[in-house]
Structure formats: structure tokens, C-alpha cells
């Protein structure tokens, strides 16, 4: 098992900078693709970016340039930097980790732009 605990959403006006980390604990030998997704009013939820355990890396093309997927192997974590915020950036953003048997999602965090 592996429990997601996702941190570091609010409230930001647009132009402004975020950074979202999830911390992956419990009973598990590996973590292997890491990523964030995101679920806007009324839409449904999408890839944001993703990473592989080697570091190979996915953007959505609507964050390219404005957001960065990290990850730390050793502390199971993964990061979203998030600058030039904008207000369709608005969304519960959740991370996901995967090991050879399934996926895992955390709970949720709100991330809101202002205009």
C-alpha cells in the first residue's frame, strides 16, 4: 500500500508561483512513474506532467515552459513548480504514483488563480 499526502495549494493571484509536493509512505519496493494531474470545474481530470523514476519527463503542452516536475527517489517525493500561474491553471491538482502492481492517487490539492 502506499498513501499520497499532497501539499502546498492556495490561493494566488495570476502571474504568481506555486510549488506542490507529495510525500509517498507505507509498504511498497518501488516507486515507478510519479505525476500530477489536475481536475477543473466541470472538466475532467487531466495529465499535468509526469516522471519517470529514471527522469524522463511529460508536459501536458498547456503548461510547457511555465511548470516543472521534479523528483527526490530517495525521500519518495515529487514536486510541481508552477509560475506564470493563470486563472485556468484552477484546479484540485492530485498526484499519482504507480509500482508494478497499481496506481495510486492522493487526496487532493486546490490550487485557485485569481484574476
Known amino acids: 500500500q502506499v498513501q499520497l499526502v499532497e501539499s502546498g495549494g492556495g490561493l494566488v493571484q495570476a502571474g504568481g508561483s506555486l510549488r506542490l509536493s507529495c510525500v509517498a509512505s507505507?509498504?511498497?519496493?518501488?516507486?515507478?512513474?510519479m505525476g500530477w494531474y489536475r481536475q477543473g470545474p466541470g472538466k475532467q481530470r487531466e495529465l499535468v506532467a509526469s516522471?519517470?523514476?529514471?527522469?524522463?519527463?511529460n508536459y501536458a503542452d498547456s503548461v510547457k515552459g511555465r511548470f516543472a516536475i521534479s523528483r527526490d527517489n530517495a525521500k519518495n517525493t515529487v514536486y510541481l513548480q508552477m509560475n506564470s500561474l493563470k486563472p485556468e491553471d484552477t484546479a484540485v491538482y492530485y498526484c499519482?504514483?504507480?509500482?508494478?502492481?497499481?496506481?495510486?492517487w492522493g487526496q487532493g490539492t486546490q490550487v485557485t488563480v485569481s484574476s
Open positions: 507505507g509498504t511498497f519496493t518501488t516507486i515507478y512513474d
Open positions: 516522471i519517470s523514476r529514471g527522469g524522463d519527463i
Open positions: 499519482n504514483a504507480g509500482t508494478a502492481l497499481r496506481d495510486y
